[in-house]
Every structure is written in structure tokens, then in C-alpha cells.
């Protein structure tokens, strides 16, 4: 059976992934969509051809949106009402969705996707992937999560099933909510891990202002931030030491606010993906 997807946003850096991934498989029937004069001449140098938005929607069986966060809702708004019956919408990010700015057809399915990534201990992933940190480049394995935001379990299995393959190779699925999807980004890996490494790394420009050289900052940085993380992930049985302890729960204080795990709730993250997906 040969599934045929339309993929809007295919000229763009996450489109032209896709493309990567799916395009010659004869399991699918690829589709581009592609407004931007520099996306369909990237399209046009691989020798794909970006179709008009409504010959590419006709009869779609999956429709994949790999545009901005902040236009999802209003491309939406014109894709959900132009699809047949049956076709399935994949998201590749949450917000839009869990922002409410996506509408919903009773007679659609709308799955969401996205990739954790390769994993920091992997010790399947072989030494020559080691420079593939985003994954969906058919080397380094990766896991990724998936949501039924609307419509039936069988659109979910067809959702998950291209999600897999445009992520290929796909090691786990996590099947979740909306929302938990939500919960883990923006707001875990991005509100929370992604502020708290720029502060880290802004610390170690300090220091090499006070007069360490660079290398040397990022080369013990860098380690220390690996064996840490073995260590609070619970990879290793090397604990931390008496001192290093200490320090950081002395720091504590200093560095959080009491009320920091605010930004974990449902209703910062609620706040979080409408700024991102309807900012006006």
C-alpha cells in the first residue's frame, strides 16, 4: 500500500529532513508544498517540484505541517476544511495544538509528533554516528513521542507509523497526551534544561574572564557536566563527592527562587504555547 503525504514547509531546514527520509521510499507518495522562493529552489536542486497547496492536499492520506509554530494555526485553518475524509494532520510539535488554535474536523485525525533525539548514553550508538545529535538522518537511533490529539486509533497507527519513518531509525515510542506532550516541551526541555545550560554556560565565560584559559574551562566543564549527569541520571554508582555535595545544596539558595518549579505547571506551560503559537 503506498501512503501518499502532503508535506507543507518541505523546502524548510525540518522539511528538507523529511524529504531526506521519505522521498524515493515506494511505500509513500511524496508531495511538496513549498511557498518560499529559497525553499522550492532548494527543493527544485534536489529535482522536486513544489506543487500548489490544493493539488498536493487532494486525497492525502497524511498531511505533514513543517512550518512554524506561530502560522500553524492559520495554515491549519485552511488545510483542516480543504482535506478529504480520513486524511490524518501530523503535527511535529505540540503547542499549536495544545493552544487551541488548531481546529478539529470529526472526520479527521490530528497526531502529534517529536523527536527526543539520540540518546547522551547510548552504548548501541556507533562511534561513527557520534556527530549526528539531532537524529532523522538514518543513522544515529533515536526515540520519539506521539499523541492522538483527535480522531480514531487507526489514524493514530497511521500518524505514528510515518512518524517513525520521517525519524527513522526510531528505537521507542512513547505514546502520550497533548498535554504530557506539552509538559515536556516547551516546558522541560526548553523553559527549564535549555535556560538553566545557557546560564551554565554564561558561568563559564565568567571564569575565563577572571582569567582561566578557555580550553581548559570548557574541557573541565564539559566533563564534569558528563560524569554529573551519569550520576544524577543513576548511569553510575559513583556517587557524588562529600563536598561537591555540600557545595551544591549550599548554592541552592543563591541560585533558585523558592517558587522555581512554577514554570512546571500546566498552567505556566498554557501560557508558554499560546505566546508561541498565537503571540498577537
Same mark, same amino acid.
Given at each position: 500500500?503506498?501512503?501518499?503525504?502532503? +508535506?507543507?514547509?518541505?523546502?524548510?531546514?525540518?522539511?528538507?529532513?523529511?524529504?531526506?527520509?521519505?522521498?524515493?521510499?515506494?511505500?509513500?507518495?511524496?508531495?511538496?508544498?513549498?511557498?518560499?522562493? *529559497?525553499?522550492? *529552489?532548494?527543493?527544485?536542486?534536489?529535482?522536486?517540484?513544489? /506543487?500548489?497547496? &490544493? @493539488?498536493?492536499?487532494?486525497?492525502?492520506? =497524511? $498531511?505533514?505541517?513543517? $512550518?512554524?509554530?506561530?502560522?500553524?494555526?492559520?495554515?491549519?485553518?485552511?488545510?483542516?476544511?480543504?482535506?478529504?475524509?480520513?486524511?490524518?494532520?501530523?503535527? #511535529?510539535?505540540?503547542?499549536?495544538?495544545?493552544?487551541?488554535? =488548531?481546529?478539529?474536523?470529526?472526520?479527521?485525525?490530528?497526531?502529534?509528533?517529536?523527536?527526543?533525539?539520540? %540518546? !547522551?548514553?547510548?552504548?548501541?550508538?556507533?562511534?561513527?554516528?557520534?556527530?549526528?545529535?539531532?537524529?532523522?538522518?538514518? %543513522?544515529?537511533?533515536?526515540?520519539?513521542?506521539?499523541? !492522538?490529539?483527535?480522531?480514531?486509533? @487507526?489514524?493514530?497507527? !497511521?500518524? *505514528?507509523?510515518?512518524?517513525?519513518?520521517?525519524?527513522?531509525?526510531?528505537?521507542?515510542?512513547?505514546? /502520550?497526551?497533548?498535554?504530557?506532550? @506539552? +509538559? +515536556?516541551?516547551?516546558?522541560?526541555?526548553?523553559? #527549564?534544561?535549555?535556560? #538553566?545550560?545557557?546560564?551554565?554556560?554564561? &558561568?563559564?565565560?565568567?571564569?575565563?574572564?577572571?582569567?582561566?584559559?578557555?580550553?581548559?574551562?570548557?574541557?573541565? !566543564?564539559?566533563?564534569? +557536566? %558528563?560524569?554529573?549527569?551519569?550520576?544524577?541520571? &543513576?548511569?553510575?554508582?559513583?556517587?557524588?563527592?562529600?563536598?561537591?555535595?555540600?557545595?551544591?545544596?549550599?548554592? %541552592?539558595?543563591?541560585?533558585?527562587?523558592?517558587?522555581?518549579?512554577?514554570? /512546571?505547571?500546566? *498552567?505556566?506551560?498554557?501560557?508558554?504555547?499560546?505566546?508561541? @503559537?498565537?503571540?498577537?
Amino acid at each position: 500500500m503506498v501512503t501518499s503525504v502532503a +508535506l507543507l514547509g518541505a523546502g524548510g531546514k525540518v522539511g528538507q529532513r523529511i524529504v531526506d527520509q521519505i522521498e524515493g521510499d515506494p511505500t509513500y507518495h511524496l508531495r511538496c508544498v513549498e511557498p518560499a522562493q *529559497e525553499g522550492r *529552489e532548494a527543493l527544485a536542486s534536489r529535482g522536486i517540484e513544489s /506543487l500548489p497547496r &490544493g @493539488a498536493a492536499l487532494d486525497g492525502a492520506d =497524511v $498531511v505533514i505541517l513543517a $512550518v512554524p509554530d506561530d502560522v500553524i494555526g492559520d495554515v491549519s485553518k485552511d488545510v483542516v476544511p480543504a482535506v478529504d475524509a480520513g486524511t490524518v494532520l501530523l503535527l #511535529l510539535d505540540p503547542a499549536a495544538a495544545y493552544a487551541g488554535v =488548531v481546529p478539529e474536523r470529526a472526520d479527521i485525525g490530528i497526531v502529534i509528533t517529536h523527536p527526543c533525539h539520540p %540518546r !547522551l548514553f547510548d552504548p548501541e550508538r556507533p562511534p561513527a554516528y557520534a556527530d549526528d545529535w539531532f537524529g532523522g538522518t538514518g %543513522r544515529a537511533a533515536q526515540d520519539i513521542v506521539c499523541a !492522538l490529539h483527535a480522531g480514531s486509533d @487507526a489514524a493514530y497507527q !497511521l500518524g *505514528e507509523g510515518v512518524a517513525r519513518d520521517i525519524f527513522a531509525p526510531v528505537r521507542d515510542v512513547y505514546r /502520550l497526551t497533548t498535554e504530557q506532550m @506539552a +509538559l +515536556l516541551e516547551p516546558t522541560l526541555a526548553e523553559t #527549564l534544561s535549555q535556560t #538553566l545550560l545557557e546560564t551554565i554556560h554564561e &558561568g563559564m565565560a565568567e571564569v575565563e574572564a577572571l582569567g582561566v584559559p578557555a580550553e581548559a574551562a570548557e574541557a573541565f !566543564l564539559v566533563g564534569h +557536566l %558528563r560524569i554529573q549527569m551519569a550520576v544524577i541520571f &543513576g548511569r553510575t554508582d559513583f556517587p557524588f563527592s562529600d563536598a561537591a555535595q555540600q557545595m551544591s545544596t549550599a548554592a %541552592r539558595d543563591d541560585l533558585l527562587e523558592e517558587d522555581w518549579k512554577d514554570v /512546571l505547571t500546566r *498552567e505556566y506551560t498554557r501560557e508558554s504555547v499560546r505566546q508561541i @503559537a498565537d503571540p498577537d
